[in-house]
């Protein structure tokens, strides 16, 4: 049905994809991978949905990331025809309150923070940094296998205690820095270890921590 209204399997494919994922930006292998349609036809399509104003495109580090156009006139009226549309979206819907429960459950993990591929526009090395004491080291690189495979792409992370991560807080260690003063996203911070952190603005803090 919405195939033969939109004209194109692989159109509908990316509608259903941008539509569930907002305020996220994929590159073209990552699509490809996430909706299962070939990368020629999925250019196509691309650029059609930019010439139209659905999507927008920029380039980051020699890479082209496309994003949906929350401004376009019609983004509410596809949003809605497409939203959880299980039917025409194969790709990875990546929800940050889903991933700071998942995170929040497992042993000792108590930061989380999304950078690099998995934030529209962040130049930072690291796509997934981890926090925390005692963690169970082997349930947390099951979520992030879990991670990749949502996401359809191969996740630069690293892992380090919570001593560590004040350590380096309190020496500005660079590669820190890095992941914090560009754009991210914080997914979990139950020991309030970034609260007073200088870049905190730019962040952007979607876990809501119930009033005890």
């Not at 630069?156 to 560590?164: A, C, G, P, R, S």
């Amino acid at each position: 049905m919405i195939d033969a209204l939109f004209g194109s399997k692989t159109r509908v494919k990316l509608l259903g994809l941008f539509m569930n994922n907002p305020g996220r930006s994929f590159y073209v292998r990552e699509i490809t991978r996430n909706i299962d349609e070939q990368i020629n036809s999925v250019r196509r399509e691309l650029a059609n949905l930019v010439r139209i104003g659905i999507i927008t495109d920029k380039s980051i580090d020699n890479r082209l990331y496309y994003q949906a156009d929350t401004n376009f006139r019609y983004y509410h009226a596809l949003h809605e025809m497409f939203a959880d549309e299980q039917e025409v979206v194969s790709g990875a819907k990546v929800s940050i309150d889903d991933w700071a429960t998942r995170f929040r459950a497992v042993q000792g993990v108590q930061v989380v923070v999304f950078a690099g591929a998995m934030v529209y526009g962040s130049t930072s090395p690291i796509d997934l940094l981890i926090a925390g004491s005692r963690m169970d080291q082997a349930r947390v690189k099951s979520l992030i296998r879990a991670l990749e495979r949502d996401t359809g792409a191969s996740l630069n992370y690293t892992i380090l205690t919570l001593d560590d991560l004040y350590y380096r807080l309190s020496i500005r260690d660079r590669f820190v820095l890095d992941v914090l003063e560009s754009k991210h996203t914080i997914v979990l911070d139950g020991a309030g270890v970034l609260v007073d952190y200088p870049g905190i603005d730019d962040a952007t803090d979607t876990t809501k921590e119930e009033d005890s």
